[in-house]
């Protein structure tokens, strides 16, 4: 077993990794909030504490107007980095929103500008009028597409990786249950998801359940080798893990520093290969 650091300690400093070719260095995990962002929406998760949320479109007239208006609210002149999150459904042309994007980092108002759930066909677009500084994919040991062709795309191109969602929305926390499944409220886009309920749910589950001897070898949680199993990856540069209370950000935060083995991994690959969950490559390819 590979020896690893110590857990940090809270107000400790946190490992930091390059982010692509940019000269901005990120920690390895950051905080997500798609879950506080409450039930009245189609991707809610149920009621949360906090229950406002806001949604905006972008267009690239917008675009330029929400960087300006953040730059004002943040009092500051640069923003770090500017992610278009889902390719526009209004019929606008990656040309037109990526050259905007591209247009703000020349003008210094952002430091790195990338792409969210956009696929190699649309990376190799936006690459060819300028550099993806960031992909940010869903990525999880049970969501492996990405793994076939956009990881190695980044990875080629020098393009920084920030997954999300890499707990697969809950079921690889260590503390998810077919109970807990059937007790979501219809409000939580989860209660409708192939991957809670029937089979998949069972398979989902199983891969969980593989992860825990490797969590007490390391002395840490099911969370966090989950988050860390995506941090293995190559192309990977950080992951933001989605919390709901300070309770569960310690549930995860061993992952910054956690590594796992070369039998850790060959571990999880075996469980995956036997229960069949999801769908994709079951080991980071070197």
């Known amino acids: 077993m590979t020896e690893r650091p110590a857990t940090p300690h809270v107000g400790s400093p946190l490992p930091v990794q390059r982010l692509g070719v940019t000269d901005m260095h990120v920690t390895r995990v950051g905080f997500g909030a798609w879950a506080i962002g409450g039930a009245d929406w189609v991707a809610g998760w149920g009621r949360q504490d906090d229950s406002a949320s806001i949604a905006s479109i972008a267009t690239p007239a917008s675009i330029r107007d929400e960087v300006v208006a953040s730059l004002r609210r943040l009092r500051t002149e640069r923003i770090d980095l500017y992610q278009m999150h889902w390719p526009p459904q ?131 949680s099911v969370a966090s080798v989950a988050v860390a199993w995506t941090l293995a990856w190559p192309a990977v540069t950080a992951a933001i893990v989605g919390a709901r209370s300070p309770a569960q950000v310690d549930g995860w935060l061993d992952a910054a520093t956690l590594r796992l083995s070369p039998d850790d991994l060959q571990e999880i690959a075996d469980a995956l290969a036997t229960t069949g969950a999801g769908g994709g490559p079951i080991h980071p390819q070197r």
């Open 90 to 220: 209004d019929g606008t042309g990656l040309e037109e929103y990526w050259q905007t994007l591209l247009d703000l980092k020349a003008e210094g108002k952002v430091r790195a500008v990338g792409l969210s759930n956009h696929d190699t066909a649309q990376l190799e677009a936006a690459e060819r009028l300028g550099h993806v500084d960031t992909l940010q994919p869903p990525f999880s040991a049970i969501h492996r597409d990405v793994a076939t062709a956009e990881l190695p795309w980044c990875r080629a191109h020098n393009t920084g990786v920030i997954v999300y969602s890499p707990m697969a929305s809950g079921l690889l926390t260590g503390a998810f249950t077919a109970e807990r499944a059937k007790s979501l409220s219809k409000d939580d886009w989860r209660s409708g998801s192939p991957d809670f309920t029937g089979d998949g749910l069972a398979r989902n589950l199983a891969v969980a359940n593989a992860m825990r001897p490797i969590a007490a070898r390391h002395g840490t």
